[in-house]
């Protein structure tokens, strides 16, 4: 693979509707994409950041630069034999692991069409389709919360996620376990509290949740272990995982008992099958996470997910939940019972679609 050409494009989309975490509500979302050309092929990597450095350090901004001053001069005009060669060399760049993924990725999606197989097979997936559930951020009211979720129930999602913070959360889950005493149901605190709530905390014991998501600091491993051998409620990590060390080290102190998996934050497809496989070898479940993406960070996520260490629902659900017009054909569908097929053509299995990615185009640099 020797790339000729990449590409930077931000765009802008408009979410269909807010999302709100305890770090704040998102309207509308800027998206970096990545194009690259190699070999006459063309891949596509989505830089998932936030728009503000509030889940992680990265930025749209952060990440335009260390794409154009670092990994794209690196990697430009260089031949490559596999997409996964990039990782070692981008470890040079301490962070900034959502930058690194969207240029990785892109390579990924290269070579899948180079070797004529589907992205899923190219990283060694197995599932032919996988289970998905939804992510239901912070609303104005209990009543329009549950209203959201009864959609999503009847739209088929196997298991609903809701984002917690104080103020926020025992009366909300005990409002949902009443109407629905056996839902799987689980709650995101995207790091709202500290152990100075351990006992607040051990108050969600009873909704017996699947899971507790990231309530302790976003880099924090050790007072996630104290608050695990606290409570009965698994602990599952996202922020504090950047790697498959910081998995392994987890997993080993006891900070959590699953994993959620994102290929932005972990620095995509390289490293998060490292993730999947030390979690695997310690027979840990891991899911992937979202960070509302666009068609083709989706699309991604949906290859991930074929790997056979994904044994729970991901954060992966139907295009139509965010955008009014994805960016990719088909759109990402879900099936009556919450699944989503694995596309088994080569390459991505959905196509970039041109005019509505230059509609949303606010600006552009090429590298060629
Ligand atoms: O913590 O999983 C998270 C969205 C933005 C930032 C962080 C998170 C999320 C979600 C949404 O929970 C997942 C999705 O629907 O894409
Ligand atoms: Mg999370």
């Known amino acids: 693979m020797k790339i000729?050409?990449?590409?930077?494009?931000?765009?802008?989309?408009?979410?269909?509707?807010?999302?709100?975490?305890?770090?704040?509500?998102?309207?509308?979302?800027?998206?970096?994409?990545?194009?690259?050309?190699?070999?006459?092929?063309?891949?596509?990597?989505?830089v998932a950041c936030g728009e503000q450095p509030f889940f992680s350090h990265e930025s749209p901004e952060t990440a335009w630069h260390i794409l154009r001053d670092f990994l794209v001069p690196w990697t430009l005009g260089r031949e490559w034999t596999r997409a996964s060669e990039v990782a070692p060399c981008f470890l040079r760049i301490r962070g900034h692991n959502m930058a690194k993924a969207a240029l990785e990725n892109a390579l990924w999606d290269v070579e899948a069409q180079r070797e004529r197989v589907s992205l899923a097979r190219l990283i060694g997936g197995s599932h032919r389709e996988i289970p998905c559930g939804v992510s239901i951020g912070i609303q104005n009211s209990i009543e329009e919360l549950l209203e959201k979720i009864e959609r999503?129930?009847?739209?088929?999602?196997?298991?609903?996620?809701?984002?917690?913070?104080?103020?926020?959360?025992?009366?909300?889950?005990?409002?949902?376990?009443?109407?629905?005493?056996?839902?799987?149901?689980m709650a995101d605190a995207n790091s709202a509290y500290?152990?100075?709530?351990?006992?607040h905390l051990k108050r969600f014991d009873r909704f017996c949740l699947m899971m507790i998501e990231q309530p302790l600091g976003w880099e924090d491993i050790v007072d996630h272990a104290r608050l695990q051998r606290e409570i009965s409620t698994p602990v599952c990590l996202d922020e504090s995982i950047h790697s498959a060390d910081?998995?392994?080290?987890?997993?080993?102190?006891?900070?959590?008992?699953?994993?959620?998996?994102?290929?932005g934050r972990v620095?995509?497809?390289?490293?998060?099958?490292?993730?999947?496989?030390v979690c695997r070898a310690k027979n840990v479940p891991v899911w992937c996470g979202g960070m509302l993406e666009t068609g083709?960070?989706?699309?991604?996520?949906?290859?991930?997910?074929?790997?056979?260490?994904?044994a729970l629902p991901g954060d992966i659900s139907a295009s139509k939940r965010y955008w009014t017009e994805d960016i990719i054909d088909p759109e990402v569908t879900v099936t009556t019972q919450g699944t989503i097929p694995v596309?088994?053509?080569?390459?991505?299995?959905?196509?970039?679609?041109?005019?509505?990615?230059e509609k949303a185009t606010v600006r552009r640099e090429s590298f060629a």
Do not use: M
Request: charged content about 25%; aromatic content about 8%.
């Open 194 to 199: 500290t152990l100075a709530d351990l006992a």
């Open 152 to 185: 999503e129930v009847a739209a088929g999602y196997q298991r609903i996620k809701v984002k917690v913070k104080p103020g926020w959360d025992v009366e909300v889950l005990e409002r949902i376990r009443t109407a629905y005493p056996r839902l799987p149901l």
């Open 4 to 46: 000729s050409r990449v590409e930077l494009r931000e765009i802008r989309l408009p979410l269909v509707q807010f999302f709100e975490t305890s770090f704040g509500r998102t309207t509308i979302r800027r998206v970096v994409l990545v194009r690259v050309e190699a070999d006459g092929l063309t891949g596509w990597g989505e």
């Open 267 to 277: 620095g995509g497809f390289t490293s998060a099958r490292q993730v999947h496989d």
């Open 343 to 357: 596309p088994q053509t080569p390459g991505l299995g959905y196509s970039p679609n041109l005019e509505r990615i």
């Open 246 to 263: 910081d998995a392994r080290k987890a997993i080993e102190i006891g900070a959590c008992k699953i994993i959620n998996i994102k290929l």
């Open 296 to 310: 083709i960070g989706r699309a991604h996520n949906v290859a991930l997910s074929s790997l056979p260490g994904f």
